[in-house]
């Protein structure tokens, strides 16, 4: 264990910030999930490498962790401020499915991505239709509370009554816009926003329930106000989202949950992951411009080569995704790897010297706003340096890799399809022939030349054998 303390870039307060838990070593943590009318694309698996490093940081801590993610399979609408229809709902209708049928494809698609990525499940994985009634509830604490008012389509948070709405973000209030529909009539204010929509009369929706303003469906920021109400409690620690969520989605959140609670801070740290970008714009399902871990997997790459390239950046910059980077960052993956899985059958050793000050450079890093950058670089480090025996490297990589996920210690070949490829079998064995004459310099070009194919080879008493990622 390590002295140094955790410092996190809270978005509340604009600054990095000694982590304090409500609870000695307990941490509560909410990730802002997916909304699952579409495929997500590698951009929005972002946030759920974010958080999931962020969830081995405070088990490396020694915390106890507990975390939740929702599933939004109902209110998202099309605008995020709160005009158009429900997302769902449309891709049900264009594609003549049920709206649950939709929801459970891509759930299930996420979760899997979720798996090949190595993010560790959360605690709890909760759908907004499973809590119709803890949204409801919420709602009616709010109205009976004044923060209410009931207009044709719906009932609406007023914001005049929360006098701190712009503070979290900053907003300009008087700035008329900032993204928000100011066209539903008797809204009293741009920003005031839906807590339940109305079913309109005449229009077939999938996904309407019964409630005390009659039949209709929640709004998207009402359902992690109230899951989190449900699993959480009145406060926690952290909340987790990408930085498109800050000005609208979170603003509503900590103004419907202080409302409703009485407290202030709500929510202790706000963190929030920047952007992955794609042929000059963010990546987004509405812009078209996307990219499914399945595309990289069938383009040859190993999905954990995508987690690498994640770590590459700091999660608060901007990351531009682009075929040369992916590529890059797939060989950098299989070199370490293939170099750190030959460590898997050694002894582990912590005791040698020089250790000890790799292993507080490590918890350094990973303290400081969970820094992936420096500890990928060094993850390299270990496996370069000179002077440390394969013991103590065997420590360190495990150790390290606690953190990254990268499965640095297990043989890639457990998880390649077996394949034959006369071209490669002789490829392979012209370069077990020049290692048997010493020709080293020959037998690393036919390694690399393989390698940038993906394919590894793997050295074993009985000869090479080579496989290919599937
Ligand atoms: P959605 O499924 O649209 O609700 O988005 C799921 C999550 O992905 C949210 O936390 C978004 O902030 C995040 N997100 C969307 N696009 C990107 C992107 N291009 N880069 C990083 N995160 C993104
Ligand atoms: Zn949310």
Redesign the pocket.
């Known amino acids: 264990m390590t002295a140094h303390e955790v410092s996190l870039y809270n978005t509340r307060t604009r600054r990095k910030e000694a982590f304090v838990p409500i609870k000695p070593k307990e941490v509560k943590i909410y990730t802002?999930?997916?909304?699952?009318y579409s495929p997500?694309?590698i951009?929005?698996m972002?946030?759920y490498m974010f958080a999931d490093l962020l969830r081995r940081t405070f088990l490396l801590k020694g915390f106890s962790v507990f975390h939740v993610t929702n599933i939004?399979d109902v209110g998202?609408l099309t605008d995020d401020g709160d005009s158009g229809d429900d997302k769902m709902e449309v891709a049900a209708k264009k594609s003549g499915r049920k709206a649950e049928e939709i929801a459970d494809e891509y759930t299930a698609q996420w979760l899997e991505d979720r798996r090949l990525l190595n993010c560790v499940d959360p605690d709890v994985l909760c759908k907004a239709t499973d809590h119709i009634a803890e949204q409801v509830a919420l709602c009616q604490k709010l109205e009976s509370k004044g923060y209410t008012y009931r207009i044709s389509d719906g009932i609406y948070f007023d914001i005049s009554k929360f006098p701190g709405y712009a503070n979290f973000a900053k907003l300009d209030l008087l700035k008329e816009g900032e993204g928000r529909i100011k066209d539903v009539s008797g809204k009293r204010h741009y920003a005031d926003f839906a807590l339940w929509k109305f079913a309109e009369k005449g229009v077939a929706r999938q996904q309407e329930w019964d409630s005390p303003w009659g039949r209709g469906f929640p709004g998207w920021h009402l359902e992690c106000s109230a899951m989190s109400w449900r699993y959480l409690g009145e406060r926690f620690d952290i909340h987790t989202?990408?930085?498109?969520?800050i000005k609208i989605h979170h603003t509503n959140e900590i103004a419907q949950s202080e409302a409703a609670f009485g407290v202030n801070p709500w929510v202790s740290y706000w963190m929030h992951?920047?952007?992955?970008?794609?042929r000059g714009k963010?990546?987004?399902?509405s812009l078209g411009n996307i990219c499914v871990l399945r595309d990289l997997i069938d383009a040859g790459f190993h999905p954990l080569s995508y987690r690498y390239f994640f770590l590459q950046a700091h999660y608060r910059k901007q990351q531009t995704f682009t075929d040369e980077a992916m590529a890059a960052a797939d060989k950098g993956y299989r070199r370490l790897r293939a170099v750190t899985e030959g460590l898997a059958g050694c002894e582990s050793d912590s005791s040698e010297e020089g250790v000890e000050k790799i292993v507080q450079r490590f918890y350094a890093a990973v303290y400081d706003d969970l820094n992936a950058p420096q500890v990928l670089a060094l993850a390299g480090e270990v496996v370069r340096k000179s002077g440390l025996s394969d013991s103590a490297r065997r420590y360190l990589v495990e150790l390290i890799d606690s953190w990254l996920g990268l499965n640095l210690l297990s043989p890639l070949s457990q998880e390649l399809g077996k394949e034959s490829d006369p071209r490669i079998d002789d490829l392979v064995q012209r370069r077990e022939a020049a290692r048997q004459e010493k020709n080293f310099s020959e037998a690393d070009r036919i390694r690399d030349l393989l390698m940038d194919e993906g394919v590894t080879i793997e050295d074993t008493p009985d000869g090479s054998t080579w496989h290919r990622f599937k």
Not at 241 to 245: F, I, K
Not at 282 to 285: T, V
């Open positions: 802002c999930g997916p909304t699952v997500q694309h951009g929005n972002r946030p939004t998202h989202g990408g930085v498109d969520h992951n920047e952007f992955l970008d794609f963010k990546m987004s399902k």
